[in-house]
């Protein structure tokens, strides 16, 4: 069976954020059925996009047996990772826009987002990868690095620079 590099961020600033990060790897490790393949160091950076508590932040790589298509397969992913964050008590019911369609940034427990399926382009309505805001964002961009493979620096170079 094929299998795909699927690279996931993780952030927290609520609580014991280095608990929550480890809770939330755990959870991923069952629901995924297996361990990452690489995990990058954890680093604590500012709020982004919100006057918040810092986030301890950090990436993992999970090599994962790829079912159905691309689209089909990474929109599962974020069902899972969904289920990891409601699971650790975030609330997935806060709205995400303004009256204006400005994105809302809040404290979380706990934050997943799938920067990376393989070298594949995603574009759904729930589901963008590679995840639009990885170039802007150090606390994604430098552990993304630190573990990425050389498929995905070549496919996406503008993400690394």
């Given at each position: 069976?094929?299998?795909?590099?699927?690279?996931?961020?993780?952030?927290?600033?609520?609580?014991?954020?280095?608990?929550?990060?480890?809770?939330?790897?755990?959870?991923?490790?069952?629901?995924?059925?297996?361990?990452?393949?690489?995990?990058?160091?954890i680093i604590?950076?500012?709020?982004?996009?919100?006057?918040?508590?810092?986030?301890?932040?950090?990436?993992?790589?999970?090599?994962?047996?790829?079912?159905?298509?691309?689209?089909?397969?990474?929109?599962?992913?974020?069902?899972?990772?969904?289920?990891?964050?409601?699971?650790?008590?975030r609330n997935l019911d806060?709205?995400?826009?303004?009256?204006?369609?400005?994105?809302?940034?809040?404290?979380?427990?706990?934050?997943?987002?799938?920067?990376?399926?393989?070298?594949?382009?995603?574009?759904?309505?729930?589901?963008?990868?590679?995840?639009?805001?990885?170039?802007?964002?150090?606390?994604?961009?430098?552990?993304?690095?630190?573990?990425?493979?050389?498929?995905?620096?070549?496919?996406?170079?503008?993400?690394?620079?």
């Open positions: 069976m094929e299998r795909v590099n699927v690279y996931l961020g993780l952030g927290s600033n609520q609580g014991n954020r280095e608990l929550n990060l480890l809770k939330a790897m755990n959870l991923m490790d069952e629901a995924f059925g297996t361990h990452p393949e690489r995990i990058s160091r604590e950076t500012p709020a982004w996009g919100f006057d918040g508590q810092p986030f301890l932040n950090f990436c993992v790589l999970y090599r994962l047996p790829r079912t159905g298509t691309p689209e089909e397969h990474a929109t599962g992913i974020l069902r899972q990772v969904k289920e990891v964050e409601k699971a650790l008590g806060e709205p995400l826009f303004d009256a204006g369609g400005n994105r809302i940034y809040h404290d979380r427990i706990i934050d997943i987002d799938i920067l990376c399926y393989g070298a594949f382009t995603i574009c759904t309505e729930n589901l963008i990868i590679p995840h639009p805001l990885i170039a802007e964002r150090d606390f994604a961009r430098k552990p993304l690095l630190e573990i990425s493979k050389p498929e995905i620096r070549e496919a996406f170079p503008e993400l690394f620079q």
